[in-house]
């Protein structure tokens, strides 16, 4: 099946920096989404972006599909930033995930 | 517009009883994904439901067995549990079963199995 890898496993920040989030996949996609799992375990919903470059707010994503990677911003980061962020591609109707990028942005 | 609800938040159980999970789409969506969730880990796709059919599945044993409603609600069911089976169980939903269609995920279901 579709391999999905993303990196760095974890990062550090202090408040007020910028990131760069990356997704690489094996292959061809129909569908890339981005999430950011929060404390609790819920999954919240960034960008629904196959392909193209998406802003909303500090945050913003490229998709390169033809060379099969994603790319996740964050800008001027917050302590509310903090949490796990997915990559996921859909395959087959089933969503993929990666293993995650643990974020943890300090005042 | 409600989002996705799961139900209960929190589940202990022991090692081979049975336990349901139990989801409603949001509003407008039809199809519903089920995903466990190892503690460190991505979520891993179980199965997913349209038209109360099984359309998909990962790979999960059979003991994971499943069910779709005509209000496209949906029930996951785990038999004989292990111990392994303690994880954040995700309900996902979808409009429809395409390839390009963008999935809510609810709260999840945190299982504990002793």
């Known amino acids: 099946g579709i391999q999905v890898e993303q990196s760095p496993p974890d990062l550090i920040l202090q408040e007020g920096a910028n990131s760069t989030l990356r997704c690489n996949f094996s292959?061809?996609?129909?569908?890339l989404q981005w999430f950011h799992q929060n404390p609790w375990g819920q999954l919240i919903n960034l960008f629904y972006i196959p392909s193209g470059t998406k802003q909303n707010g500090r945050l913003s994503a490229t998709t390169v599909a033809t060379e099969r990677y994603s790319l996740l911003y964050i800008s001027s980061s917050q302590t509310t930033d903090s949490g796990v962020y997915f990559c996921a591609v859909t395959s087959g109707s089933r969503l993929t995930f990666g293993e995650g990028t643990q974020l943890t942005v300090n005042p | 517009d409600a989002g996705v609800t799961q139900s209960p938040t929190h589940l202990i159980k022991t090692r081979g009883q049975q336990v349901t999970l139990r989801c409603s789409p949001k509003s407008g969506h039809d199809t519903v994904s089920w995903y466990q969730q190892a503690l460190g880990q991505g979520p891993q796709f179980i199965f997913q439901?349209?038209?109360?059919?099984?359309?998909q599945r990962g790979n999960f044993p059979d003991r994971f067995s499943g069910h779709q409603f005509p209000n496209y609600s949906s029930e996951l069911n785990v038999n004989a549990l292990l111990l392994g089976d303690s994880a954040l169980y995700l309900c996902a939903s979808s409009p429809g079963p395409g390839l390009t269609n963008e999935q809510f995920f609810g709260p999840g279901t945190r299982l504990t199995v002793l």
């Open positions: 292959d061809s996609v129909n569908n």
């Open positions: 439901y349209y038209e109360e059919e099984e359309r």
